[in-house]
């Protein structure tokens, strides 16, 4: 599966954005998918993750309550509405892949990435 991350840009803090993540092929509903971010100079990080189905989803800590992941298995995509942005949410943001995943699954388990979009909250 390729994936193609889109919807980033520049907000004010306390805005919203919302990510897509569009993926090729007819095996969508078979991947658990995953949202990270890498910030300047720090290590990617899991952001949220949902199983094939959308039926289970799991954030961490930092973005629980603003952030929400939903999938559309019939337009093969992903998304992650993004509220009550904050300057640290300011990072490039990814999508993954995970055949046969859950929502829970380790960054090493994410088979396919996207190609990443930057997201920039100003103060």
């Known amino acids: 599966v390729q994936l193609q991350a889109s919807g980033g840009g520049l907000v004010q803090a306390g805005g919203s954005l919302r990510l897509s993540c569009a993926a090729s092929g007819r095996t969508f509903s078979s991947y658990s998918m995953g949202w990270f971010r890498q910030a300047p100079g720090k290590e990617r990080e899991f952001v949220s993750g949902i199983s094939w189905s959308g039926s289970s989803t799991y954030y961490a800590d930092s973005v629980k309550g603003r952030f929400t992941i939903s999938r559309d298995n019939a337009k093969n995509v992903v998304y992650l509405q993004m509220n009550s942005l904050k300057p640290e949410d300011s990072a490039v943001y990814y999508c993954?892949?995970?055949?046969?995943?859950?929502?829970?699954?380790?960054?090493?388990?994410?088979?396919?990435w996207g190609q990443g979009t930057q997201v920039t909250v100003s103060s």
């Open positions: 993954a892949a995970n055949l046969y995943g859950s929502a829970h699954s380790f960054e090493y388990e994410y088979e396919h």
